[in-house]
């Protein structure tokens, strides 16, 4: 995964969650992040998958983890 | 400008405390590139700027039976750049039948201005969705819809939005439904068509055509059945955005955000090239491509000026060479004569803005401008942030598309009056130049030939009654809005009166150009609302329908008339209007003045040049 796509769902995380994306790094997860409940969870991969033109299965929409393993999913999409 | 770009700039406006500057950029940003990617930013980033900016607030309701989670902050944020601040409570999940038949319920607690009753096919219709149907189903669909409209306006005289049905992207006879003459497809259009005439039939409820929605961005694309399997959401990532855009429609008229103006830049906006250049032979306009880009741009403003949406012209460019144009290019479909006012000069665009709006006698904040130059956008955005810029896109043949599109445009209701709205503007001209030519102002007076008609709202003019007390802000004493809905329990109060006045002169009918509401109650009447078109104001026929309202409470055994004059940023012309007419002041409190009149000896009467024909007193 490289860093821009990392910094970019980042980004975007920030908006969805309305913190400052300084705050946010690759292990930020549910339980850390206070925002980041079962409806942002759905905003940002409604978010995410606006930017990107990608669809994420169900399952791995559930098996979303971190911002870090989130990045690196959307780039396996995207490549 | 790159949108990082643009997002860095704003961050510099909000961290400097520049909060019209970091709006209006904030605007651009969100036209060029709004979604749920952004949504996020622009509310929050929206939260600070509001506090030193005019934003409309309106409450706003979502009952569903389906998850509108993330199109929330979409909606919000759509709102909030055409300066609304939308509060949003949204239903419980498919709770929306409850919460609409119980009085008690969360919905009304909330005290709702507007209600959006977002349901589909397959939830209130499964019969529908999945089968061809039978005129039982029909029925029994169209009397679930009666039973929610009756029980909302039981308990409430908000707005409602009505989504309609929509069918779906295959048939369950598949193509043989389409031989049959009543098919799966038309048993939905006439649900439709069945909620259309309910709606119709109450004040303040409207229909969202859903099934019309969809089919714009295809059904196949609008939908996410993974989505709706999984977490019952059934719109696709791309269009939640246009499902916010299709809710702001009602929201921006109904919050009262609406353009009574549209001021247009000519070159290369109205047609391609430039004039002062390219010369009539050389500008593009008409039905071949490029001009037809522009013709399309011209028959939507044409659809806006029949809306009673009224036209105006903002160029920068020698008048001679414009008006040929104007007058002469055979590719025209505007001429001169469908602009209510023109400004063809050398001066910048914000000051004639102005020029425009104080001609027409509205606020700047009703006029929109239509300009293909981004940087003349941005000036005029920066110059007077009330002007609602809208942001063309590069591509002149998207221009059209961006008019139609634009929230403040729409119209919930048009009456008699908004059609013929351009009309009465080209006699205004007249009337102008008469009293140029008229000695003294009695004379004027005299020459205009007036006759106005005072008459007890009815079912026919509660309309129009309701909605001068929404758009009325410079001659208004009280600018108190009314709906249709207040306006009708108002009529069958005891001891109210709402009464409204046509005007006609010698050069136009002028229609129902004002309100009057009175309160009657023993020896005090008092006057709730005093309102008059602009159209009318200057002319005394303010003070032939206050004489009325004089002789009335005379009549009905009164000894004093009062009002409120309630100032606000617009009503200015109507600040002495009491003192004028030898009202005394009474009390003054921080909102406003309370004005008397001793009717005994009192002697305003009506002007000798009025005529007045006032159908009297059926509902006193």
Partial sequence: MSPEIFNEVCGIAADVFAVDSKTLHSGSSPEQVEAWDSVQHLNLVLALEGRYGIQFEPEEMEGMKNLGQIATLVSTKIA | MRPSGLRHEIEELLAGGHWHKAAARLRVLWESEGGVPLAGYVVSAFRKIAPHIDLKPHRCAILRSFTVEPIVPVLKACALTSGIDLEVHAGEFNAYAQELLDAGSPLYAFQPDTVILAVQTRDIAPELWRNAASAEVINRVTSQFTGWIQAFRRSSAANLIVHSLETPAAFSQGVYDSQLEENQASAIHQVNRNLRKLARAERGIYVLDYDALVARYGREQWGDERKWLTVRLPIAAPHLAHMASGWMRFLAPLAGRIAKAVAVDLDNTLWGGIIGEDGMAGIRIGSEYPGAAFLALQHALLDLSRRGILLAVCSKNNPQDAMEALRDHPGMLLRPEHFAALRINWNDKTRNLREIAEELNIGLDAVAFLDDNPVERQQVREQAPEVMVVELPPDPMQYA???????????????????????????????????????????????????????????????????????????????????????????????????????????????????????????????????????????TVETALLAWLAEEARALGGKRLQGWFIPTKKNAPARDFYREHGFALRSETPTGQLWELELEGAALRCPEWVRLLAAVAENA
Wanted: proline share 1%; with cysteine.
């Fill in chain 2, 401 to 539: 598309q961006a008019v139609r599109d634009y929230t403040a445009f729409e119209r919930l209701t048009l009456s008699e009056e908004d059609r013929e709205r351009g009309k009465y503007y080209a006699a205004e001209r007249q009337r102008a130049e008469l009293e140029q030519s008229v000695s003294t102002r009695e004379d004027f007076y005299r020459s205009l030939d007036q006759e106005a008609e005072i008459m007890p709202v009815n079912a026919l003019t509660l309309g129009r009654v309701a909605q001068l007390t929404q758009k009325t802000n410079q001659f208004n004493v009280t600018t108190k809005r009314y709906t249709e809905q207040q306006i009708g329990e108002l009529m069958r109060c005891p001891g109210w009166r709402v009464l409204s006045i046509k005007v006609r002169d010698r050069y136009a009918d002028n229609g129902l150009v004002g309100v009057a509401i009175v309160h009657h109650r023993g020896e005090i009447s008092e006057i709730d609302t005093f309102l008059l078109s602009c159209r009318v104001i200057g002319r």
